[in-house]
Structures are given as structure tokens and as C-alpha cells.
């Protein structure tokens, strides 16, 4: 059998305050054993769980490996809006005239996600 993929692991300088904000983006929850100051806190939502741990270094370059999302109960216009209400920042927009494309954020210590179209929306144009 192979292996499974139990969390999908970031460094980061504040474990409690960015998986906060990943439970929220991802209507997750923070574990309940987890507090701030602690050396690492674990997500866990629907799609993925998420473990974030503390580390010396700030990050100095592009992620090699992010997140794609994509929004379940909202437009992807919608989706951008509320996750930079929730302190994330738009870096890239390569949202196309006929719908394709993406937007690159980063989320509160400068992590890239994509948030691309929703199901609906690649219904409506034929693309689920």
C-alpha cells in the first residue's frame, strides 16, 4: 500500500496566528490542544490538514509548493475578497476575460495560494 499524505506541512514564524487564519479560509478548526506560543498548530478542514511549524527563518523566496482553492459556496471574486478581509494580499491577478485563470495571493507571513473559479462557474462556462 502507499503512503497517504497526513498534513500538508508550512514553516512559519507564528504557528498559532497563521493556522487561525488558514481555519478560517479553509472553515477549519485550529486543534483544540493548540495555543499561542506553541511550536506548531495543526488544521484540520474538509480538504486538507494542515500542520504549521515554528521556525527561525523568515521566508526569502517563491513557495515551491502552494495551495489552489477553490471556493465551494461563493465566486472566486467573492473568495478573494473575503480571504483578503481575513489579512491575506494579492500578489498576481491572472484572472482571464473568459473566465480562466487565477489569483496568487499570500497569506499573512507572505505564503502563496491561488484561488481559482468555483464549480458553479466552471459549470457555467463548461469547464467543470
Known amino acids: ?17 497563521l493556522a487561525a487564519f ?6 477549519g478548526t ?12 495543526v488544521v484540520n478542514s474538509e480538504g486538507a490538514s494542515l500542520l504549521f511549524i515554528r521556525v527561525p527563518e523568515g521566508k ?7 495551495l489552489d482553492l477553490q ?8 473568495e478573494v475578497e473575503r480571504l483578503v478581509a481575513l489579512g491575506a494580499t494579492v500578489l498576481a491577478d491572472l484572472r482571464r476575460p473568459d473566465g480562466t485563470g487565477w489569483v496568487t495571493l ?9 484561488v481559482e473559479r468555483s464549480h458553479a462557474e466552471r459549470v457555467a462556462t463548461g469547464a467543470a
Open 1 to 17: 500500500m502507499a503512503s497517504l499524505v497526513r498534513h500538508v506541512t508550512i514553516d512559519c514564524a507564528d504557528p498559532h496566528a
Open 22 to 27: 488558514w481555519a478560517q479560509a479553509l472553515d
Open 106 to 114: 499570500a497569506d499573512p507571513e507572505g505564503n502563496e495560494l491561488c
Open 30 to 41: 485550529v486543534g483544540e490542544d493548540d495555543n499561542p506560543g506553541d511550536e506548531e498548530a
Open 71 to 78: 471556493p465551494q459556496d461563493r465566486s472566486r471574486d467573492e
Open 60 to 66: 526569502s523566496v517563491k513557495n515551491r509548493v502552494h
